[in-house]
C-alpha cells in the first residue's frame, strides 16, 4: 500500500544557515565601523579653514588651509603654545582668527619695554620687541576661561593686545590646528 500524498498541515523547519548569518554580521558589523571612523575623522579632520593675513608667519602663511581639531578642547582646555582658530568676541560674523596661545587662565601678562611677560617672565612664544602693548600696556590677570592669543609675527597682527579683540573667552575657541596643506612658501605638515 503506498502513501497517498494527500493535504498535510506539517510545516518542514527552515535551516538557519550559520555562514549566512556569519556574513550578514559581517556585513552590519562592517557598516557600523565605517560610520563610527567617518564620524571620528570628522569631528577631529572635518573642520578646515584659511589662513586670512600674515600674523602667524613664518608657521602658517596668508590663504594656507588649515585642518582643525575641534574634539580636543571639549575634553581639555587650551595651553601655552596652542594655535587655536576662534571668533573674536564669538562674532559669528567674523572670519576666523588664527593666532597663538601665550597666556591661560591665572596667568598675569604684561609688556614692558617691548617684552612680553608672563607672570613675571619673559614669553618662550614671544620673542619680537612689541611695538604696541595695547591693552596689556598695564599688568592684565586672566579670568577662568580666558586666554591672551598672539600671532607668531606680533608686528602685523591684530590680536588680544588689540581692544576690539581682547581676551579670548574659551567658548569662542573652535579648536587646535593641527595640520597644514603645502602652500608656495611652506611645506605640509604638523603644526607646533
Not at 18 to 34: D, M, Y
Not at 77 to 86: A, E, I, M, N, Q
Not at 120 to 147: M, R, Y
Request: charged share 20%; net charge neutral.
Amino acid at each position: 500500500m503506498a502513501k497517498s500524498r494527500g493535504l498535510s498541515f506539517y510545516k518542514r523547519k527552515k535551516k538557519i544557515n550559520k555562514t549566512h548569518v556569519r556574513e550578514a554580521f559581517s556585513w552590519i558589523f562592517g557598516i557600523l565601523a565605517a560610520v563610527f571612523i567617518a564620524i571620528v575623522l570628522n569631528v577631529f579632520m572635518g573642520m578646515t579653514t584659511s589662513v586670512v593675513g600674515v600674523s602667524m608667519e613664518p608657521v602658517l602663511y596668508n590663504g594656507q588651509q588649515i585642518f582643525i581639531n575641534s574634539f580636543i578642547y571639549l575634553i581639555s582646555s587650551p595651553r601655552r603654545g596652542d594655535v587655536v582658530v576662534f571668533l573674536p568676541n564669538g562674532n559669528e560674523n567674523a572670519h576666523y582668527y588664527v593666532k597663538r596661545v601665550v597666556a591661560t587662565p591665572g596667568d598675569q601678562v604684561e609688556v614692558r619695554e617691548g617684552i612680553f611677560y608672563v607672570n613675571g617672565q619673559e614669553s618662550p612664544w614671544v620673542t619680537e620687541k612689541l611695538a604696541d602693548a595695547g591693552i596689556a600696556a598695564n599688568e592684565i590677570t586672566l579670568e577662568n576661561g580666558e586666554f591672551f592669543c598672539i600671532g607668531d609675527n606680533p608686528g602685523n597682527s591684530e590680536d588680544s593686545r588689540s581692544a576690539n579683540i581682547g581676551l579670548v573667552k574659551e567658548a569662542d575657541i573652535i579648536g587646535k590646528v593641527w595640520f597644514r596643506a603645502p602652500c608656495e612658501e611652506a611645506g605640509m605638515g604638523f603644526v607646533k
